[in-house]
């Protein structure tokens, strides 16, 4: 299975970004797909993911102004609306199969200038 995120860039505080994150080899529908994200000199941390009963859950931190989505071609999404400086980071997505083995994106840079 690979990840391809894309969709980082720098933006400015209150502003907007989409990323979007495509899996792709042996894929047989998937458990739980999702993002974490790692500030510079931090950890990384859960943003938030999705079953794929649609069931999402999200980091008290963005709830409110980041939306995640998934489609059928097992691609997740991740809205960001109302950007903060400390949204800043890179951004990693994740996917975690019908057998429960997760495989990691390659991480996209997300800079929100204030």
């Known amino acids: 299975v690979q990840l391809q995120a894309s969709g980082g860039g720098l933006v400015q505080a209150g502003g907007s970004l989409r990323l979007s994150c495509a899996a792709s080899g042996s894929i047989l529908g998937f458990n739980v797909m999702g993002w974490y994200r790692q500030a510079p000199g931090g950890q990384r941390e859960l943003v938030g993911s999705i079953t794929e009963g649609g069931s999402t859950n999200y980091a008290d931190s963005v709830k409110g102004r980041f939306t995640i989505s998934a489609n059928a071609k097992n691609t997740v999404y991740l809205q960001m609306n109302s950007l903060e400086a400390e949204d800043t980071g890179v951004y990693y997505c994740?996917?975690?199969?019908?057998?429960?083995?997760?495989?990691w994106g390659q991480g996209t840079l997300v800079t929100v200038s204030s």
């Open positions: 994740y996917y975690t199969s019908s057998a429960w083995r997760t495989y």
